[in-house]
């Protein structure tokens, strides 16, 4: 089970940027039941922003977010995304996407079985 973040990048406060974690499953490894999307600022926790089940059903963690990111999943591409709207500077973080393989999504991150790479966000006041 592998995952590939894509998307990270500068961007001026109130911009947008849409986040992509390519999900691959090969061999006789078990698929996975939800991707999680959480990120972590410097000198700060990791922090768990969003979940998407298989099915497309999410839920948000983060109430800093609510209403701005969007998480979605394009099951034939095997990709979820995050769309982030109206960023705001304190949502400069490292995103990560991260596989469950326990059904149902969690926002403790220790229950999430293989994880992205990372992709860095900036928010330019």
């Known amino acids: 089970l592998q995952l590939v973040e894509s998307g990270g990048g500068l961007v001026q406060s109130g911009g947008s940027l849409r986040l992509s974690c390519a999900v691959s499953v090969s061999g006789f490894r078990r698929d996975y039941s939800a991707i999680g999307w959480f990120r972590q600022a410097p000198g700060k926790e990791r922090e768990g922003v969003q979940c998407i089940g298989k099915s497309g059903g999410s839920i948000n963690y983060a109430d800093s977010v609510k209403g701005r990111f969007t998480s979605s999943i394009d099951s034939a591409k095997n990709t979820v995304y995050l769309q982030m709207n109206s960023l705001k500077p304190e949502d400069t973080a490292v995103y990560y996407c991260?596989?469950?393989?326990?059904?149902?999504?969690?926002?403790?991150?220790?229950?999430?079985?293989?994880w992205g790479q990372g992709t860095q966000v900036t928010v330019a006041s």
């Open positions: 991260a596989a469950r393989r326990i059904p149902g999504c969690s926002v403790s991150a220790s229950t999430y079985a293989a």
